[in-house]
């Protein structure tokens, strides 16, 4: 049975720091765009920051959350957005779509069965759609801040990719991002143990040490990094 999990109040006050980081918001948005089609669905739109960003870019675009509280914050924010639907979703779910691309960022590392959820993306999606995908990397890293905001596991490459082909799904591209992201998550999380919130320390790594690795990345596709970012297709018949 689908549920939400971890402290919704800690995810909210760890999604309010995180908007600060710009940059790193930006590349991540920058990610996805190739892929979202005309018409995708975003699922965890959490406060509405990627949403936002991305609806500026497609002729349509749905936001789902499914925490009670986040979703009346989430369709105030984009009441004024005349292109983007707001909706309550919870995987898995047995629901069928036709969306040019679902999208969902660091989500799916909250969902025990995190196969059905993928299938769930799969059938939201129109034959040959692309699903989108960034969840944290590497179980060494998982910290007191991952249990506090219901993260049930990290994943490798492997990990990720095995999951999306149990659903059902082709990948078509996976790799790491921000290297040094591990690094730094890994220090101020495990081994100081703070929750990743807004503050000195959020802004001077987006400001200053973001736009390096980004740009180090996109020449050489590092060994590790803080997420796993994939791209996987829906079969060319429906299933």
Do not use: C
């Not at 739109?45 to 960003?53: H, I, K, T």
């Not at 990719?161 to 998550?185: C, F, P, R, W």
């Not at 000195?200 to 060994?223: F, G, I």
């Amino acid at each position: 049975m689908a549920e939400i999990t971890g402290n919704q109040r800690v995810q909210s006050e760890v999604l309010e720091g995180l908007a600060t980081a710009v940059n790193h918001r930006r590349w991540f948005v920058e990610l996805a765009l190739p892929y979202l089609g005309d018409n995708p669905i975003e699922i965890g739109s959490g406060l509405g920051d990627y949403a936002l960003e991305w609806a500026d870019r497609v002729p349509r675009f749905t936001a789902t959350e499914a925490d009670p509280d986040r979703l009346v914050a989430l369709k105030e924010r984009l009441a004024a957005e005349p292109s983007v639907e707001v909706r309550q979703m919870l995987l898995p779910h047995s629901e069928r779509g036709d969306y040019s691309a679902a999208v969902s960022y660091n989500v799916l590392e909250h969902i025990e069965d995190h196969v059905g959820a993928l299938r769930s993306m799969r059938d939201l999606v129109r034959p040959g759609g692309a699903v989108v995908i960034i969840v944290p990397a590497f179980e060494f890293a998982m910290s007191p801040a991952d249990v506090a905001t219901g993260h049930v596991r990290r994943y490798t490459k492997k990990t990720l990719a095995a999951a999306m082909t149990e659903a059902g799904l082709t990948v078509e591209k996976i790799h790491y991002a921000n290297a040094l992201g591990l690094i730094g998550y890994f220090m101020a999380t495990k081994v100081f143990r703070l929750m990743p919130k807004e503050g000195p320390m959020v802004k001077v790594y987006d400001t200053l040490v973001l736009p390096v690795t980004k740009a180090a990345e996109q020449r050489v596709r590092p060994p590790f990094g803080q997420s796993v970012f994939a791209v996987a297709r829906t079969p060319s018949q429906p299933s």
